[in-house]
């Protein structure tokens, strides 16, 4: 899945854009942030990187079978 490739390509493209960004940060930050994002992506789209998510509870039926409740409210 390439959710998170497209998420680092955007906020690469939105930081290179904010014409703020170069009065808050030093130049040397911004090259490391704008490599850290594309090889993010990179990492993301052709190499292994993945994202795992867990949850964790005291008791096997602590959480219901899916995990629809952490959507609700959350279009709101």
Avoid: N, S
């Amino acid at each position: 899945r390439l959710h998170y490739a497209e998420t680092c390509r955007i906020w690469r493209q939105r930081f290179m854009a904010d014409p703020d960004i170069p009065t808050l940060f030093d130049a040397r930050f911004r090259r490391m942030w704008e490599f850290y994002l594309a090889g993010a992506e990179l990492g993301f789209r052709h190499g292994g990187h993945m994202v795992f998510q867990i949850q964790l509870a005291k008791r096997r039926d602590g959480t219901p079978l899916t995990r629809d409740y952490l959507l609700k409210g959350a279009a709101g």
